[in-house]
């Protein structure tokens, strides 16, 4: 058991500072360890991790039958939070605490940013681990107006996507109904300072209900879900008050200013259901996570379905995997996958579709091509440690997103996970 202070954990990590450059080397770095004298031998593991220069496919595995295991060449690591106690803590890894971190993203430098639903706050999560509240904070309840991060207050933040560096976040307020921009006062500002977030409201006025037009006068219905496309252009944005996946399109040259946003249907609304179809036509039943492929198609969530469905940009509505029956079954085939209740979904560079299965406590991998379903990490229940996918066990799985190199970050109710390959030297 290795104690730093301030938790004790059955794991310690050393992290060369700046990184080591592939092919440099370092100098070594002694260790010592204190034996009770009633123990004759012990054992440990060591683990060398780094980042690749190209996207890393995580492995997955196609279960046939109880009990569901993940992948034994996956690793998953606790990097923020701690596995068993909420609450609200900036710190480094076990030291920071969480509450109900639903939905995140990924910059490309590498932070992760978390809406924080159950502490009213938007988190920073720096790659060394380090986590930073940036707007918000848990003591403050009542819908966004227009100020900085260090004022502002959430009812429930949802759905959240950021920009490449990490300059600007969008993010959802599902109770408040609204749409808001954070973004960086300049490049060069402190972005772990909650004062240095600009926030404004771009769409929604704050009452549930149905209404295109600018932001000003555009309403939704419990805003859960959002994307930016990689164009920066759009954003899509699911609800699952209205079964219903908007669009809002910016239409003007200030991004801060709601009438310059544009917001119209893409796709759903008219009632809960499940129709492949285009734009109003097509139906949802309670869409929750939303994402974008390489393909330039949007990837949903559908919870309440139990399926994954693609939506192109137009509004042509598909389904990519499952056949809506309560369960868990990895399959070659789409059509016959089963999902129990699905959360958040992101996208590989591959195009390979990670989704979050909240009541089976797994990871699942989806191709975009065929629907094969497999898993990724899932394990029976027990006490959370690190460990490979097949025995690392989740409590509670909501958030996941991907990053530049193709490790995978998932949250559950109280903490921050990273999940990536394992190489040996038999599959380097």
């Known amino acids: 058991a290795y104690n730093d202070g301030t938790n004790t954990r059955p794991y310690f990590s050393y992290s060369p500072e700046g990184g080591i450059a ?11 360890f204190a034996i009770p004298e009633d123990v004759a031998a012990f054992e440990f593991v060591m683990s060398v991790e780094g980042e690749t220069e190209l996207p890393a496919l995580l492995d997955a595995v196609l279960t046939t039958g109880a009990p569901h295991a993940g992948s034994d060449n996956v690793y998953v690591r606790l990097i923020a939070g701690d596995a068993a106690f909420t609450g609200h803590a900036d710190s480094s890894g076990p030291g920071a605490l ?24 938007i988190r920073m999560v720096l790659p060394d681990g380090s986590v930073h509240t940036i707007a918000g904070d848990r003591s403050r309840y009542g819908s966004p107006t227009s100020t900085t991060g260090d004022l502002v207050s959430f009812r429930a933040v949802r759905g959240i996507d950021v920009n490449p560096d990490s300059t600007v976040v969008y993010v959802a307020d599902s109770s408040s109904h609204v749409i808001a921009r954070l973004s960086l006062i300049n490049s060069w500002a402190d972005r772990t300072d909650p004062s240095n977030w600009q926030v404004r409201v771009i769409a929604g006025t704050g009452t549930s209900g149905y209404t295109d037009g600018d932001g000003t006068v555009a309403q939704f219905s419990s805003p ?11 954003l899509f944005v699911t609800e699952t008050g209205n079964q219903s996946v908007r669009r809002l399109r910016l239409a003007g040259s200030n991004p801060d200013n709601p009438l310059h946003w544009d917001v119209s249907l893409a796709a759903g609304h008219g009632g809960a259901g499940h129709t492949d179809a285009f734009g109003g036509s097509a139906r949802f039943y309670v869409p929750v996570g939303i994402a974008e492929g390489p393909d330039g198609n949007l990837y949903i ?27 868990h079954v990895d399959s070659a085939s789409g059509s016959t996958a089963r999902f129990q ?10 195009g390979y579709i990670y989704v979050t299965d909240w009541s089976n406590d797994s990871l699942r991998r989806i191709s975009p091509t065929t629907g094969e379903t497999r898993t990724v990490a899932d394990a029976g229940s027990a006490p959370y440690e690190d460990g490979p996918g097949s025995s690392a066990y989740f ?20 903490a921050l996970f990273r999940i990536s390959r394992i190489i040996d030297d038999a599959a380097r």
């Open 224 to 234: 859960t879900g959002l994307v930016v496309t990689e164009d920066d252009s759009h």
């Open 22 to 32: 592939g092919g440099a080397t370092m100098a070594l770095n002694e260790w010592a």
């Open 395 to 414: 409590n509670s799985i909501y958030g996941v997103t991907v990053n530049k190199s193709g490790d995978v970050y998932v949250t559950t109710n109280k």
């Open 98 to 121: 969480f509450n109900d971190p639903y939905h995140t993203a990924a910059s490309e430098d590498g932070t992760i940013f978390v809406s924080d639903s159950g502490n009213r706050s």
């Open 301 to 327: 969530a559908d919870q309440d379905n139990r399926r994954v469905r693609r939506m192109t940009p137009a509004g042509m509505v598909t389904t990519v995997a499952g056949d809506g029956t309560s369960g």
């Open 341 to 350: 209740e699905l959360y958040e979904i992101a996208c590989d560079s591959s």
